[in-house]
């Protein structure tokens, strides 16, 4: 059984930062693309970030180039983002997913994406 869990959410003031980690479990975490979501109240979800399998491409949503890194631990079967210079147009709820290929796109399409946690909460305070 495939289980994916996020932690590292909390409340933060503007300009602070926060890691989210993501453990995956149940799958060869190496062969798979990783992703981090986010979904605010109201709105839509969104792509934030995605990883390959290798870690060689990565992708960024606009509203958090130079300010997130995601990266991965294949050894560890663990996924990260670290947040920088955070906003409050960046609170909503995280999640991570499992991709079905070891690529990414920078469309997010969620249909490939197969296996999601239920995301850690990010709070970001003026």
């Known amino acids: 059984q495939v289980q994916v869990v996020e932690s590292g959410g909390g409340l933060v003031q503007a300009g602070g930062s926060l890691r989210l980690s993501c453990t995956a479990s149940?799958?060869?975490?190496?062969?798979?693309?990783m992703g981090w979501f986010r979904q605010a109240p109201g709105k839509e979800r969104e792509g934030v970030s995605c990883?390959?399998?290798?870690?060689?491409?990565?992708h960024y949503a606009d509203s958090v180039k130079g300010r997130f890194t995601i990266s991965r631990d294949n050894a560890e079967n663990t996924l990260y983002l670290q947040m920088n210079s955070l906003k409050p147009e960046d609170t909503a709820m995280y999640s991570c997913?499992?991709?079905?290929?070891?690529?990414?796109?920078?469309?997010?399409?969620?249909?490939?994406?197969?296996?999601w946690g239920q995301g850690t909460q990010v709070t970001v305070s003026m």
């Open positions: 149940g799958l060869h975490f190496a062969d798979y693309s």
């Open positions: 997913a499992a991709g079905r290929y070891p690529v990414c796109s920078n469309l997010y399409p969620v249909n490939e994406y197969n296996y």
């Open positions: 990883i390959s399998a290798s870690g060689a491409t990565i």
